[in-house]
């Protein structure tokens, strides 16, 4: 019964890989119950475009060309494929600056989407997690200091959370990627500690979803996005959660599961929700849309997927 929450192919996303079709293809090969489709939302500025855009000639007016041809593409297949998975039409947001509000609000109007990831990949307007140089720009903009650029990155989140409530909230603790110290204890600094516990509590409070996502163990991180300690913490306010593998092409569908569940299991995590189709429904704003809990110990021992994970794990050592 594995699934995942969040997921690009490279027919829409020029930093991914594959066709939208050979992904969700190799989540049913892999026993995947749920897929939430979710390629990110077109930047509407051209300063927002990334290099690999601006080399391919991408636009503004492209993206969104692109977008709507992703929709597209998405409710064919969820429909094409309706028997062997649940396919979840959604889409990740970016919160860049206080104009995104009315860039998602729009986007949110134009398009039935069943869910939406709320993310911020950048600070300053300025990407966090493309890589080191621009990562320091936005750092430098902050005061020079990874701890100042932490707590500016909580308070961007904190207004994409007022302004957007999203169902699952993305990689809640990305900021730390590129930073000098990743795998660091947010604990040792007051100020962006006690804005993840306000930014936790604002999530919890309106019924948001932390997805536990299994991308940074292959960008060689210790823990899957957010780290143990504020996860702990959504716990004890009751939050729920969600598994994301975050793939961006087929080898990465289901990538770091078996490592995700156990570290799930090791801080405390005894339940995930799944999202599914039905008659019930969680978010008004998303009818027909709902959770069911799943425990993680049927996870991790009731299902074929994570056995050839631990036959594979095992025919290596």
């Not at 593409?73 to 509000?101: C, F, H, K, M, N």
């Amino acid at each position: 019964m594995p699934f995942s929450h969040h997921s690009h192919s490279g027919q829409f996303c020029l930093h991914a890989k594959d066709d939208l079709e050979a992904i969700v293809k190799t989540a049913i090969s892999k026993g995947m119950e749920t897929l939430v489709l979710t390629e990110h939302m077109p930047r509407d500025q051209k300063t927002d475009l990334y290099p690999e855009e601006i080399e391919a000639g991408r636009t503004p007016d492209s993206l969104s060309e692109t977008f709507h041809e992703y929709y597209r593409e998405a409710r064919r297949l969820q429909t094409s494929y309706s028997l062997q998975i649940d396919i979840l039409v959604g889409v990740e947001t970016d919160w860049i600056r206080p104009a995104s509000e009315q860039v998602i609000g729009s986007l949110l109007k134009e398009y039935g989407f069943d869910t939406v990831v709320g993310s911020v990949h950048h600070v300053h307007g300025i990407p966090t997690d493309f890589d080191r140089t621009t990562y320091k720009m936005a750092r430098d903009v902050s005061g020079g200091t990874d701890e100042k650029l932490y707590a500016d990155y909580y308070d961007a989140q904190l207004k994409m959370l007022e302004a957007v409530r999203p169902p699952i909230v993305g990689h809640f603790d990305v900021i730390r990627l590129l930073s000098d110290y990743p795998n660091a204890s947010m604990k040792k600094h007051e100020a962006v500690w006690s804005r993840i516990l306000r930014n936790l509590s604002f999530i919890s409070n309106y019924g948001g979803m932390l997805e536990i996502n299994s991308a940074a163990l292959r960008k060689g991180m210790s823990e899957p996005y957010p780290q143990g300690e504020i996860c702990q913490e959504f716990l004890k306010m009751d939050g729920d959660f969600v598994l994301s593998d975050d793939s961006h092409g087929i080898v990465q569908v289901g990538y770091g599961f078996k490592r995700t569940v156990e570290f799930m299991e090791s801080i405390g995590v005894q339940t995930v929700m799944a999202l599914q189709r039905g008659l019930m429904t969680r978010d008004p704003r998303f009818p027909g849309v709902f959770g069911r809990s799943v425990a993680i110990k049927d996870l991790q021992s009731n299902h074929a997927f994570f056995e050839a994970q631990r036959t594979a794990a095992n025919s290596r050592s």
